[in-house]
């Protein structure tokens, strides 16, 4: 009989000889360059007592939503900040998750029916993968931003095709040829979904906002525990698809609905977003000077996440400790998040570094490389 303990052991151990066992830390003291809160709403003040001033007005806020949305959980707030989203947007319709995993996971385990192909960029994020093991559909990857592997695929299929991009990647720190895969979905009948998880608003609304493809597409995810600086996501899409989620999604129906506070902090994310767009400006800056230092990167020079690759394990872990050493925070992502041989170091510019972070953490670097 097989021994799990062993098993779990075993596995632990080869993580651990390979260095790249996973933990979780508390080693939050030092300059981030490692956290997804691209424009710093997570630690902003002002929005902070925004958000308070609304708990003042209204505690229930805090308390739970008692369960599924379906059965009691539901509330107008909500509702209403549902709508509020849709018109942000400009899409029929929105559906909110607590999160952005929780979304991918009830699109692609919904949607796509056992006769439907999920085709996927070989970097798409962990969630949409998961969501397409719990369809059941047949996967298969293109390509990373490959249009000319993805037109191959698409001409081979004879059933129906879903399409699953992100807009901007957040391993590679690339964006996707978005406007070509959607003529290419269009041309091939089939159906695009785009993950702007790491383009919201960093780049506005999304970049499926900047360039209008609302049409296009047949859902965006949204979400907000990243540039928004708060927690959860949604879903945008026409009022079919929503209701289909609706009746069909486990993730939506089976789960507790968040507290309020959770879409109330959303909409004010929204809110102080627009009134300060300074924030982005700034973090454009920050990227501008980041890649005027020269370090060999195969990100987008307009990406807020900058990867330096730096394939030998070791060598890998040594920069991170040096720059932890000097009060930088940055991650090291080693294989399986991302491919062998492309392990890196993966670098979040935010609107709250200084020129002076920037230039010392660019220094370090490139004793390593
Ligand atoms: C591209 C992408 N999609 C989805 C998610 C999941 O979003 P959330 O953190 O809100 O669950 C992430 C977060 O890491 C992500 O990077």
Not at 44 to 54: A, F, G, W, Y
Not at 143 to 149: F, K, P, R
Not at 215 to 233: D, H, I, Q, R
């Amino acid at each position: 009989m097989h021994n799990h303990t062993e098993y779990f052991q075993q596995a632990l151990e080869k993580r651990r000889e390979e260095g790249t066992l996973r933990s979780v830390r508390l080693d939050s003291q030092g300059v981030d360059f490692y956290s997804n809160d691209y424009l710093g709403l997570a630690r902003n003040k002002e929005l902070q007592n925004i958000l308070l001033q609304k708990v003042n007005e209204n505690p229930q806020l805090l308390s739970g939503s008692t369960g599924s949305r379906l059965i009691s959980g539901n509330s107008s707030i909500v509702a209403l900040n549902e709508e509020f989203i849709t018109k942000q947007h400009q899409f029929p319709t929105a559906l909110l998750f607590p999160s952005g995993y929780n979304a991918n996971l009830a699109l692609f385990s919904t949607l796509p029916n056992r006769h439907d192909t999920i085709i996927v960029d070989e970097q798409i994020h962990r969630s949409v993968h998961d969501g397409c093991r719990l369809s059941n559909a047949r996967k298969l990857k293109f390509l990373h931003n490959n249009v000319e592997d993805l037109e191959d695929i698409l001409r081979r299929q004879s059933g129906h095709c879903y399409i699953a991009v992100e807009s901007l990647y957040s391993m590679e720190g690339d964006f996707a040829p978005i406007s070509e895969i959607a003529e290419l979905a269009k041309k091939y009948n089939a159906d695009l979904i785009v993950d702007e998880a790491h383009a919201f608003g960093v780049f506005g609304y999304g970049l499926i906002d900047q360039y209008q493809l609302q049409e296009n597409v047949l859902a965006t995810v949204v979400t907000y525990g990243k540039a928004l600086g708060s927690y959860g996501a949604a879903i945008l899409c026409n009022e079919m698809v929503k209701s289909y989620l609706i009746n069909f999604a486990s993730p939506f129906i089976y789960t507790t609905s968040a507290q309020d506070f959770q879409w109330e902090s959303i909409k004010a994310g929204y809110e102080f977003l627009k009134a300060h767009q300074e924030l982005s400006e700034k973090l454009h800056e920050n990227i501008q000077l980041f890649r005027s230092q020269n370090l060999n990167s195969p990100s987008s020079e307009k990406s807020p996440v900058q990867a330096i690759v730096v394939t030998n394990n070791q060598r890998l872990k040594q920069m991170q400790q040096t720059l932890h050493g000097e009060g930088f925070l940055t991650y090291a992502i080693y294989s399986p998040t991302v491919k062998e041989g492309s392990e890196r170091l993966r670098i979040c510019l935010h609107s709250f570094n200084t020129e002076k972070e920037i230039v010392r953490l660019t220094e370090i670097i490139r004793e390593f490389i």
